[in-house]
C-alpha cells in the first residue's frame, strides 16, 4: 500500500520552468516503478515519463522528450519532474502513479496507485 502527493505545480510563463514532487508513504517505495501522467480539459489522460524502481531505467513521451527529467529519491521516498522549456500545450493536472514492478509502463492500467494531482499552467 503506497499512499502519492504530488506537489510543485503553478502557473509559469511560457518558456519557464517547474519542478514537480511525488512524495509517497511507505516502507516499500523502493519496490515500486513510478510514472507521470497528466490530464488536459477535454483530453484524454496520457503518458509523461516514468522511472524504474533503481532509476536504471526512464522513458518519455515524445510530447516532453528532451524538455523534462524524471528522477527519484528512494531514501527520501520522492519522485521529481523537472519540466524546462514550458509551453502553453503543457497545461493540464499533473499526476504520479506507482506500480509493484522491476520494469517501467506507459500504461494507465497497469498502474496500481495514484495521487489526487497538481496543476499546471503555462499561459503565452
Known amino acids: 500500500q503506497v499512499q502519492l502527493v504530488e506537489s510543485g505545480g503553478g502557473l509559469v510563463q511560457a518558456g519557464g520552468s517547474l519542478r514537480l514532487s511525488c512524495a509517497a508513504s511507505?516502507?516499500?517505495?523502493?519496490?515500486?516503478?513510478v510514472g507521470w501522467f497528466r490530464q488536459a480539459p477535454g483530453k484524454e489522460r496520457e503518458f509523461v515519463a516514468a522511472?524504474?524502481?533503481?532509476?536504471?531505467?526512464?522513458d518519455y513521451a515524445d510530447s516532453v522528450k528532451g524538455r523534462v527529467t524524471i528522477s527519484r529519491d528512494n531514501a527520501k521516498n520522492t519522485v521529481y519532474l523537472q519540466m524546462n522549456s514550458l509551453k502553453p500545450e503543457d497545461t493540464a493536472v499533473y499526476y504520479c502513479?506507482?506500480?509493484?514492478?522491476?520494469?517501467?509502463?506507459?500504461?494507465?492500467?497497469?498502474?496500481?496507485?495514484w495521487g489526487q494531482g497538481t496543476q499546471v499552467t503555462v499561459s503565452s
Open positions: 502513479a506507482a506500480r509493484v514492478s522491476s520494469g517501467i509502463s506507459n500504461v494507465q492500467t497497469s498502474y496500481d496507485y
Open positions: 522511472i524504474s524502481r533503481s532509476s536504471s531505467i526512464t
Open positions: 511507505g516502507r516499500t517505495f523502493w519496490n515500486y516503478a
